[in-house]
């Protein structure tokens, strides 16, 4: 299978590098000539536009930031839809709003294109490791087409039922980690003001019943959230608003996780 990838982030870059390692023929476009750049040294083959890159590929996997980002990548001018065969599969990568996998989706029946919404979670070091968890919604014989490709750098690759699910189940994901980040930022606070150093609690939750990864990231750090505030507030902002508004559509009550989802965006200085 020749493989196209756009989004070489702190995430997609290793997840690409996994590919090509594989011994999967790789094309790579990029706004940015230096995202491309690391790749030198492997026989990655880099062209101009997203069109050129479909044109050559069998799977593009697509791991940019936002919604508007992945519909100009795949259906805008020079975009993967205009280069891409009927018969080929676009994967897409970034945590987006399901409805937007969904039209795309519909756009790209119409041309013979399968896509599958596949978005990831474990970071930059996960995907070197090949431990990223990918949730895919789609299409199951796409998505079994696919899965050699995403076991380069993912394990679990878990399907969760029709285009737009895997959207739906990461933010859900996100949502509760974003809660998490309240829940274990204000127990290292109030064991600290009760005389437990941050430390010495962090060690034993760490251990015990009451972890979380949240937790962890926070520990690292010394019980700070400014590294976590840095890199991924806003992105956990707009995770939270996503599935906040979906909630509100399907008349659903998100109740407590939303509560203290939002006092986590709090303690990192945002708001939805």
Known sequence: MRVGFIGLGSQGAPMARRIVAAGYPLTLWARRPA?????????????????????????????????????????????????LAPGGTVAIHSTVHPDTCRELAETAAAKGISVIDAPVSGGGPAAAAGRLLVMAGGDQKVVERCRPVFATYAEPIVHLGDIGSGQVTKLLNNLLFTANIATAKSTLDLGAALGVSVDSLSEVITQGSANSFALGRIAQFGGSLDVLKSVAADLLRKDVTLIANLAEAAGAEPGAVLESADAALGLMGRTR
Do not use: N
């Not at 519909?71 to 975009?79: A, I, K, N, S, T």
């Open 35 to 83: 995202s491309v750049e690391p790749f030198a040294d492997t026989a990655a083959k880099v062209v101009g536009t997203p069109t050129e890159l479909a044109a050559v590929s069998d799977l593009v996997c697509v791991c940019v930031v936002g919604d508007d980002d992945v519909r100009q990548v795949l259906d805008g001018e020079h975009g993967v839809f205009a280069g």
